[in-house]
């Protein structure tokens, strides 16, 4: 298998999932002819036509609520937000709407429907293209929290969110769509929602990560392992439902855990991450819990020494667990 | 586009049994909506939302659709389900929050409808995001060629939202079979329309978005009933939405919670029960001859006992077993 870029597994899946499936469609700004402003759909309204490639008018809260509407009458339609920045005039939609229509109508309905943005940073897109904001939608009952951080996984990963019968926002990390190389399996593999990645096994700390860091956190291994450090990295993949179980097994095995991500500190991902190994492996633990995060400040700058100071990095991630270790 | 302010003809070709019928309607939703306040100041309804004021404009509109189409009432519409069939019992199981609600198995507040056996998309309390789902719903059906509409409710209050301008949008843009029916019943909660908008009628926006706009009298059963014909009509032939208004008056506060008095004079209320949509239509059927007084009379009776029959039946149904408030949260 050729290796390629992570978003060609991306535009390989919903290419499939239209050819395979007539009621998918997408919808969003520029997905059209311009194929997305990152090309994540290049191609897809020559293969399937302007009325099921819609270059939506440009509102969010419009993208997500008309695809509300067309998941309930029969469509699975996928709703590109341009940035995951932008995402909050639909907020209402997602966490109003397609989060609750199964529970508020007993099963009577339900919205098929993945949202799709590309998030975080390290591209120099400031304050409004680098936002992570995954932490808002994993406290939302009824919705389901996506994160790639391989070409395969984000093909297959995005295959089963959009055959899954409930809404799923699936992030992008958009430094990783080039960045991040793999083989793609061909045609039709799927990955399962919920369900961890065991990257590599350790025996001296565990890392959790998802998305770039996910990316990171394995690079940083390669590194600890050259002092004779056995990192394990699990990739989260999936923010909600969580893998607590592989969470837990994770620490049972090398009593250290340390948690990275990008978005900010306070009740972000980690602070789930870190509640269920206090509740359910306390006493295996050697070490107190590491969070390495992004700082609490409103985003990250544009500026290039502040931003590179904002993002984790391979060689921050391997201090931490360094310092982990000495504890 | 068509900008159209004066009201329809009574130029119905409904017959007298259809009349009759939709004056029942009118009085079962009247009727139940007496019966809940009532029962709200028994202290045994947590929450009532009336409709009283407009129900010639409910019971009209959602009989100018088809059982095909698709219904997206806000949560005044109590006119529009009992048209769909939605019956006293149902009503008042919602009302109290019981397990055999249909709406939402006792989840939800009463008025937050939802029936998906009779096309009735379920809805929520934050205002206007219904009217986008319509649009979506519109899409779905264009995209397979059916002729079905989509029609969304809501009050005037509501057109300030961003969704109200970003589905009106959307739907012209497409020429969606969608009909967005505003009714105006003057007050979101407290405020007067003067501090809703600044235009005179709100479908005058219509014309901002390329599409037909039209403004009824809604306390009129007939007019609404035929504007709603019309402007399917157009839907169904392609030429897509319609901005439809119908202007009345909520005879009662917004909600058992409210108070009216802090903001509208007694003699503004007093003023609009002359124009009573009930009084207005009950005038029709005795002057038509669509029916006798004695019938008439019989009618109210027959419609007060369906609902003592139904708040009975209600008090009694059980509630959801609590440990069900855990299912349905994904697909099983």
């Known amino acids: 298998m050729a290796v390629r870029n992570l978003i060609d597994g991306i535009r390989e899946a919903m290419h499939e999932e239209m050819a395979r499936d007539e009621r998918v469609v997408l919808l969003g700004e520029d997905v059209g002819k311009r194929g997305g402003v990152f090309r994540a759909t290049e191609g897809l309204i020559d293969d399937f036509g302007e009325q099921r490639v819609i270059d939506a008018p440009l509102g969010e809260s419009g993208i997500v609520g008309v695809a509300i509407g067309m998941a309930l009458n029969g469509l699975v339609p996928i709703a590109e937000i341009q940035f995951a920045d932008f995402i909050h005039p639909a907020f209402n939609q997602i966490v109003s709407e397609a989060a609750k229509i199964r529970y508020r109508s007993d099963n009577d309905f339900h919205v098929p429907m993945v949202i799709r943005a590309p998030f975080g940073g390290g591209v120099h897109g400031g304050l409004y293209h680098s936002q992570s904001v995954e932490a808002f939608f994993m406290h939302v009952p009824g919705l389901k929290v996506v994160i790639p951080s391989t070409p395969a996984d984000a093909k297959g990963l995005l295959k089963s969110a959009i055959r899954d019968e409930d809404p799923v926002v699936f992030f992008e990390h958009k430094r990783s769509y080039r960045l991040v190389r793999g083989e793609i399996p061909e045609g039709d593999v799927t990955v399962p929602i919920g369900k961890a990645r065991l990257v590599r096994e350790g025996k001296d700390l565990s890392i959790f990560a998802y998305g770039l860091m996910a990316f990171y956190a394995e690079q940083a291994a390669d590194a600890l392992a050259k002092e004779g450090i056995s990192a394990e990295v699990i990739d989260l993949r999936t923010l909600l439902p969580l893998d607590r179980e592989a969470i837990l097994q994770s620490v049972a095995r090398t009593h250290r855990a340390l948690i990275v991500h990008e978005a900010n500190h306070t009740m972000g991902a980690g602070a789930e991450v870190a509640a269920t190994i206090a509740e359910g492996a306390l006493y295996e633990l050697d070490a107190p819990i590491r969070r390495l995060t992004g700082p609490d400040i409103p985003a990250m700058p544009f500026n290039t020494p502040q931003e590179e100071h904002f993002m984790p990095n391979p060689e921050k991630i391997a201090q931490a667990a360094r310092e982990l270790l000495a504890l | ?332």
Not at chain 2, 52 to 76: K, N, S
Not at chain 2, 81 to 98: D, N
Not at chain 2, 116 to 138: D, F, K
């Open chain 2, 1 to 332: 586009m068509a900008r159209t302010k004066e009201s329809p003809k009574a130029t119905s070709a409904l017959g007298p049994a259809e009349v009759r019928k939709m004056y029942r309607n009118m009085l079962l939703a009247r009727t139940i909506d007496e019966r809940m306040w009532t029962l709200n100041r028994a202290g045994k309804a947590p929450f009532v939302i009336p409709c009283r004021g407009q129900e010639a404009a409910q019971v009209g509109w959602a009989a100018g659709l088809r059982p095909t189409d698709y219904f997206l009432p806000y949560y005044r519409d109590l006119g529009v389900m009992v048209t769909l069939g939605y019956t006293a019992r149902q009503a008042f199981l919602s009302l109290l929050g019981k397990s055999e609600d249909v709406t939402s198995g006792g989840r939800q507040m009463p008025g937050h409808y939802g029936w998906e056996e009779r096309h009735v998309i379920t809805g929520s309390s934050p205002v206007t995001t219904q009217v986008l789902h319509a649009v979506g719903i519109a899409y779905a059906s264009h995209l397979r060629g059916e002729d079905t509409v989509a029609a969304a409710s809501l009050g005037e209050g509501s057109t300030s939202q961003g969704d109200f301008h970003e589905a009106m949008n959307w739907a012209s843009i497409y020429k969606l079979p969608v009909l967005f029916v505003v009714e105006n019943n003057g007050y979101a909660i407290s405020s007067p329309q003067s501090k809703e908008m600044a235009v005179q009628d709100a479908a005058e926006r219509a014309l901002g978005y390329g599409m037909a706009g039209v403004t009824v009298d809604g306390t009129d059963f007939f007019a609404c009933y035929e504007a709603t014909l019309q402007a399917a009509e157009r839907a169904r032939r392609g030429d897509g939405p319609t901005l439809l208004e119908f202007k009345m008056y909520r005879l009662l506060p917004h909600s058992s919670d409210d108070d009216d008095r802090t903001y509208r004079s007694r003699e503004e209320v007093e003023a609009w029960k002359d124009r009573d949509p009930i009084l207005r239509m009950k005038n029709h059927v005795l002057e038509a001859g669509v029916m006798t007084a004695e019938e008439e009379g019989a009618l109210r009776s027959e419609v007060q006992a369906e609902v003592d029959e139904a708040i009975a039946y209600a008090e009694t149904a059980p509630y959801p077993p609590v440990e069900d408030m855990f299912t349905h949260v994904y697909a099983d």
